[in-house]
């Protein structure tokens, strides 16, 4: 009796331009061919996609550009993962990418080289954030939900809160650099004892960076943009200083081990570049430096953030799995922060859990950071994710306190309401 083999068919991916039929044994070859020769620019792959093998193709490189004759050949896309066994159907297929309706760049001839113009919306992104790709994000919505939007905005809402600092720090900014620390300290203000300490956190902060603007530095240039130098000169000490004046977070510097990410996962240990610990010794604010003030890799960036997410995602499973007969509505209410520089960027960030089980992920507040006096106008921003970060971790201390009070039975909970039931329940 016969059997049908099921083995994959050997097949090698030829790119051929759809215009004058020039053949290319490599994507990026018949871009620049198009480009160069048809000036018609055609999307690149998106990152991380490539062709794998599966039960219908296996896919075999040709070497010195020959191809062996029991292999066939199909003809690729260059933008997808489409391929065609005939060049008719390829044709017909390649001209979805270069609509000229959708098109992104036009290309203008010149007479020793191609120069471009692009669309006014083409830079329209948030420039020196993590650019998660599509289905990056599409793989991870069965577990966490990512909002990245809240934080394109200028919200300075929270700042507004606290109008005694709104006002300092708005006179404050008028000051030339060697008056502002005579001014900060001569302006006597009564405020309440919570914004009290956000006044203190203002003075000390903009003391700082006087000092830093004053500065008579060493005439020399770095060889290198090291990301813990700007690190270290323009990020910690904001965080330090907002940690010392309001007593809401204890925080530990540059290659931090995790204690909620190696509990979860023992075999490996996760390092940090900061951690912020609250009264209860919980993690609840992690830190990443993603790059230096003037360079950034997109790839580490992406990799950066995906570590922050998933070091909130096991900081906010911590603080449920020492409470597990409190209210999982209590739960629904707990948040843990991130804290991300890319660049002279901060990025602020959340983890909490939602309803269904998954978590949501969202940028909350961004600003730049200043590095010179004559930007000074960016501590407003700054000083919103401030203020932010004060009124959500005060926030924090009541919400944990009420899930110890329930846990310890202190506030009656009923079985089927506690977090153990109802994840159990969802299996979640």
């Excluded at 902060?205 to 990301?227: G, V």
């Excluded at 081990?257 to 993690?283: A, F, L, P, W």
Aim: charged share 25%.
């Amino acid at each position: 009796m016969s059997t049908v083999s099921t083995s994959p068919k050997l097949v090698t991916l030829i790119y051929v331009c759809h215009i004058c039929e020039e053949m290319k044994f490599e994507g990026r070859n018949l871009r620049s061919h198009l480009l160069s020769g048809h000036l018609i620019e055609v999307p690149k792959l998106k990152r991380g996609q490539r062709h794998r093998d599966s039960l219908q193709y296996a896919f075999v490189k040709s070497k010195n550009n020959k191809i062996h004759q029991a292999i066939a050949q199909r003809y690729a896309c260059p933008s997808c993962l489409s391929h065609f066994l005939t060049i008719d159907e390829y044709k017909a297929h390649v001209t979805i990418h270069i609509d000229p309706r959708n098109a992104e760049l036009v290309v203008l001839p010149q007479k020793r080289k191609h120069d471009a113009a692009r669309k006014f919306s083409t830079m329209m992104q948030p420039q020196n954030r993590a650019n998660f790709p599509q289905e990056y994000i599409a793989r991870l919505e069965s577990i966490i939900t990512v909002d990245q939007k809240e934080a394109d905005k200028t919200n300075i809402s929270t700042l507004k809160q606290f109008q005694h600092v709104e006002q300092l720090l708005h006179q404050a900014l008028k000051q030339e650099v060697e008056s502002l620390p005579s001014f900060l300290w001569g302006n006597k203000i009564a405020a309440d004892p919570d914004e009290q300490k956000l006044i203190n956190v203002t003075k000390f902060i903009l003391t700082t960076f006087a000092d830093t603007c004053s500065t008579i530095a060493i005439n020399t240039k770095p060889n290198k943009d090291y990301e813990r130098t700007f690190w270290v000169k323009y990020i910690v000490p904001v965080f330090q200083t907002f940690a010392n004046q309001t007593g809401l977070l204890s925080l530990n510097w540059c290659e931090i081990s995790t204690i909620c990410h190696s509990n979860e996962d023992q075999d490996t240990t996760r390092y940090v570049d900061g951690m912020g610990y609250d009264k209860r010794r919980n993690e609840r604010a992690v830190f990443e430096a993603s790059s230096g003030q003037y360079n950034a890799n997109a790839d580490k960036i992406i990799d950066d953030s995906t570590k922050q997410i998933s070091s909130m995602m096991s900081m906010l499973k911590g603080i449920a799995s020492r409470h597990l007969n409190a209210k999982f509505e209590t739960l629904l209410k707990t948040k843990v922060f991130g804290i991300q520089s890319i660049k002279t960027n901060l990025v602020l960030s959340e983890v909490l859990l939602r309803e269904d089980g998954r978590y949501h992920y969202s940028e909350v507040r961004s600003a730049e950071v200043p590095t010179e006096y004559v930007e000074r106008n960016r501590w407003i921003k700054v000083f919103e994710i401030l203020c932010y970060l004060f009124v959500e971790l005060k926030n924090q201390e009541v919400c944990y306190q009420t899930m110890e009070d329930e846990e310890q039975g202190a506030i009656l909970v009923i079985p089927e309401i506690t977090i153990k039931s109802k994840l159990n329940s969802n299996n979640i």
